[in-house]
């Protein structure tokens, strides 16, 4: 079962391990089995209005994101599937992922 639809499903809300807070919006059926998220917080939990495709199985970084854990967005005060609409997301129209650098700060 875990190995069909992997830890987080598509649709999941998520933190990432750098406190960024995202959605699943796709998985990668690898033996390592790391999505495609959307960010949607940053580290400081403020918006990011444009935000931000990172491909988890796709990282340059020396310490790689990883999901920590998955979240209730309601008890967020987070309007997941009105956000979803909205942007248009698991759609199959996303931007292409950014290779995740290591960050300076």
Not at 2 to 31: E, T, Y
Not at 42 to 53: C, W
Not at 64 to 76: A, D, G, R, W
Not at 89 to 105: E, F, H, Q
Request: net charge neutral; glycine share 8%.
């Amino acid at each position: 079962f875990v190995a069909a639809l992997g830890l987080c499903p598509v649709g999941s809300f998520v933190r990432l391990s750098d406190n960024r807070l995202g959605i699943v919006v796709s998985l990668h059926h690898n033996p390592a089995m790391l999505p495609q998220v959307w960010v949607v917080f940053d580290a400081r939990h403020k918006l990011v209005p444009e935000g931000e495709f990172i491909d988890l199985s796709n990282q340059q970084s020396p310490q790689p994101l990883s999901i920590v854990s998955s979240l209730v967005p309601e008890k967020l005060g987070f309007d997941l599937a009105g956000y979803v609409k909205e942007r248009g997301l698991l759609s199959g129209r996303l931007p292409a992922a950014k290779p995740v650098t290591p960050s300076l700060s």
